[in-house]
């Protein structure tokens, strides 16, 4: 079998599951910092000079990974269709090395927003390969446990996350979570380039130093700085930029000897030769307008407060650029040599109906990820937002167990059946919270509904997966996977905004209903009956919510059923 010009060995099973390890392991630390910022945002912003009220300046800081995550998904996936898997997966692991260090080193906000978005694009960059990896090594009918098991790995992370964040803190800065991820990426990347008896131990050792002198100059320790000796290596040559000093400069000069290598080595970590006629091929124009496209898109609603508003203020600036460069996309599509998504590779009904339901699934999905722990906050832990969101957890452990599961029974149900049995079940769950009273949260009979919805998301992801990879061409399934992906996580953005919208309107509705302060309080001071008015209408606002959540889930399964169904071969 072959992928990206490479001979994939399929009848090797040790050596398939030890890729698969390292790719699955790399996912779930990927996947588990895009929620480990959660806890350390707080220190982060003090070591940026933010203070903790100036939370929307931050916020960059999650909306640059986010936009990293899911921007150049399907140049990624497209590229790895062209060069192979496994030599994307490498250089995506190093990539995520590289911003995990330029994010623990970083001194002010710009290198931190810098960093994550580094981050993103390599943790981002893993699972397009990775599910390619799979469809190159099983054949359909095996695919289902390695698809849950890639599926489970990348929806522990949101478990793992906090909790990883949570014990680092403990013991170290914020800076150590970033430093353990830079290491952790760097050993997979070794252990991937031992396997494939490449490891280029010179332009390792060159990229090793480049690193250690970035990390150096961003950190700049005081008794380095300080020193008699070592403070010469800080000292600007001219101005005032620390990317000026000896250090700096030397670190630059290691950076182009690693290139040197990489271009010149007979084997290098590396190979950059193929890069000029691959560019060519992947199509960066329309990479980088569909990149464009979906970097606005994500800040209009990745920058929004989910609780007060659907958009972003500066929407009305950013949706005009998110529409003309998908447009410039959509007719560089249509007139391009070599297209970004190469023409008929959706032709197949289950394929691109695959997008369609996954991008369901992420606009149902985000209500469960936000408004629940909303709910916690407004009823029974109102005065901690930690508890509020610990209320999430059974939800987030149930979602990689339904994800084993459903790759298990991928085996004895067909893709389209277990779609719609798990939306089904999620369907009920959001239906049933809907119903939740005040004091629900403190119910373990109630609770149920959460696990329940975990479990049902849980088991769609194999069973889409495994409909796209049986339904498109070996030579695509890199950029198909990649853009499933995109299609979840822009569901979930304008899931949030719609939703919300739906939400706001039940609050405003509720609230125009709670008699004057004055008639209620019979003092112009809020008085408890006025606050449970208050509160019965916020409760309302996610009542609302949950019922919209509940459509978006009901029609993804209704969908499943039909695009999902495989198409049946014509007779020869």
């Known amino acids: 079998m072959t992928a990206g010009g490479q001979q994939i060995p399929s009848a090797q099973p040790g050596s398939s599951r030890l890729l698969l390890a390292f790719a699955v392991v790399a996912i779930a630390f990927a996947a588990a910092d895009t929620y480990v910022v959660v806890l350390a945002l707080p220190e982060m912003m003090t070591a940026v000079g933010l203070d903790i009220d100036q939370l929307q300046r931050a916020a960059p800081i999650i909306s640059g990974f986010l936009l990293g995550y899911v921007g150049v998904l399907p140049l990624i996936g497209r590229i790895a269709d062209l060069?192979?898997?496994?030599?994307?997966?490498?250089?995506c692991l190093l990539i995520f090395a590289i911003g995990?260090?330029?994010?623990?080193?970083?001194?002010?906000l710009p290198t931190v927003v810098a960093g994550r978005l580094i981050q993103g694009i390599g943790g981002g960059g893993l699972i397009p390969p990775t599910l390619a990896l799979v469809a190159d090594l099983w054949p359909p009918e095996k695919r289902g446990l390695p698809l849950g098991i890639v599926g489970a790995m990348q929806e522990l992370g949101s478990v793992i996350g906090p909790l990883y964040g949570a014990a680092v803190l403990t013991a170290a800065s914020w800076r150590a979570i970033f430093w353990i991820n830079a290491v952790v990426g760097l050993i997979l990347a070794a252990g991937m380039l031992r396997r494939r008896q490449r490891l280029d131990i010179p332009g390792?050792?060159?990229?090793?130093?480049?690193?250690?002198?970035?990390?150096?100059v961003?950190?700049?320790?005081?008794?380095?700085?300080?020193?008699?000796?070592?403070?010469?290596?800080?000292?600007?040559?001219?101005?005032?930029?620390?990317?000026?000093?000896?250090?700096?400069?030397?670190?630059?000069?290691?950076?182009?000897?690693?290139?040197?290598?990489q271009a010149l080595a007979r084997r290098p970590m590396l190979d950059w030769r193929r890069w000029p006629s691959l560019a060519h091929r992947a199509d960066l124009l329309g990479a980088l307008l569909l990149c464009v496209g979906l970097g606005t898109v994500i800040v209009t609603f990745a920058s929004a407060e989910p609780e007060n508003a659907a958009i972003s203020p500066s929407a009305p600036i950013l949706l005009p650029v998110a529409l003309g460069a998908l447009l410039l996309f959509w007719l560089r599509q249509?007139?391009?040599?070599?297209?970004?998504?190469p023409r008929g590779a959706f032709a197949q009904r289950p394929a691109w109906g695959a997008i369609v339901v996954s991008f369901l699934i992420g606009a149902s999905l985000i209500a469960a990820l936000v408004d629940i722990p909303f709910f916690a906050r407004l009823t029974i832990h109102r005065d901690s937002q930690v508890d509020a969101a610990l209320v999430l957890v059974r939800f987030l452990v149930a979602l990689p167990i339904g994800a084993l599961l459903g790759g298990l029974l991928l085996r004895f149900i067909r893709p389209t059946i277990l779609t719609a049995v798990g939306m089904a079940i999620s369907t009920a769950a959001f239906l049933h919270m809907s119903t939740w009273s005040q004091d629900a949260l403190r119910h373990d009979i109630e609770l149920a509904s959460l696990i329940a919805g975990g479990l049902g998301f849980g088991l769609a992801i194999a069973p889409v997966n495994a409909a796209l990879l049986n339904h498109t061409d070996d030579d695509v399934h890199g950029v198909a996977s990649g853009m499933l992906i995109v299609a979840r996580m822009v569901g979930m953005l304008l899931g949030i905004s719609a939703l919300t919208t739906i939400g706001l309107r039940a609050f405003y509705k509720a609230s125009a209903a709670i008699p004057p302060i004055q008639d209620l309080c019979g003092a112009p001071v809020a008085c408890s009956a006025?606050?449970?008015?208050?509160?019965?209408?916020?409760?309302?606002?996610?009542?609302?919510?949950?019922?919209?959540?509940?459509?978006?889930?009901?029609?993804?399964?209704?969908l499943a059923l039909v695009l999902l169904r495989p198409v049946r071969q014509p007779a020869n």
């Open 83 to 91: 060069r192979g898997r496994v030599p994307v997966l490498l250089g």
């Open 100 to 108: 995990s260090v330029i994010t623990a080193a970083a001194y002010d």
């Open 204 to 216: 390792l050792l060159l990229l090793t130093l480049t690193i250690a002198g970035l990390s150096l």
């Open 218 to 261: 961003m950190l700049a320790p005081k008794g380095l700085v300080t020193g008699v000796t070592t403070g010469l290596a800080y000292l600007p040559i001219t101005g005032e930029s620390r990317w000026l000093t000896p250090l700096a400069l030397a670190t630059a000069g290691l950076l182009v000897l690693f290139c040197l290598r």
């Open 334 to 341: 249509r007139t391009a040599r070599n297209p970004l998504l």
């Open 530 to 558: 006025y606050r449970d008015a208050v509160r019965d209408a916020g409760i309302a606002q996610l009542h609302a919510v949950f019922v919209g959540a509940a459509v978006c889930a009901a029609a993804a399964g209704l």
